[in-house]
């Protein structure tokens, strides 16, 4: 059985950071991209980040580029997302998907995601 556990969100002021986890049970999480998802309320959910197995490719959300910052430690079963300058627009709920379909095109690494979820965390930037 997979499982994905995220941990790491909470409430932070504009500007301010915060490093999500998310851990993954077994054999799953070796081979396999990584994506971190977001689903603000009344909004569709997003690709925020990811990341190819070994690290090497990576895709960011225009609207995080130079702010957020996707890794994964394999011997740990674990992919983090680093987030800084957090704005208000960044309040969600943030998910971590794994084995979707990674690709690249023309240099740039694409992800789609596959059928596994975690549970998802907050995120809520206010001052």
């Known amino acids: 059985q997979v499982q994905l556990v995220e941990s790491g969100g909470g409430l932070v002021q504009p500007g301010g950071s915060l490093r999500l986890s998310c851990a993954a049970s077994?054999?799953?999480?070796?081979?396999?991209?990584m994506g971190w998802y977001r689903q603000a309320p009344g909004k569709q959910r997003e690709l925020v980040a990811a990341i190819s197995s070994r690290g090497a490719g990576k895709n960011y959300a225009d609207s995080v580029k130079g702010r957020f910052t996707i890794s994964r430690d394999n011997a740990k079963n674990t992919v983090y997302l680093q987030m800084n300058s957090l704005k208000p627009e960044d309040t969600a709920v943030y998910y971590c998907?794994?084995?979707?379909?990674?690709?690249?095109?023309?240099?740039?690494?694409?992800?789609?995601?596959?059928?596994?979820w975690g549970q998802g965390t907050q995120v809520t930037v206010s001052s």
């Open positions: 077994g054999s799953i999480f070796s081979g396999n991209s």
């Open positions: 998907n794994i084995a979707g379909r990674g690709r690249y095109s023309s240099g740039t690494y694409y992800y789609e995601p596959g059928d596994y």
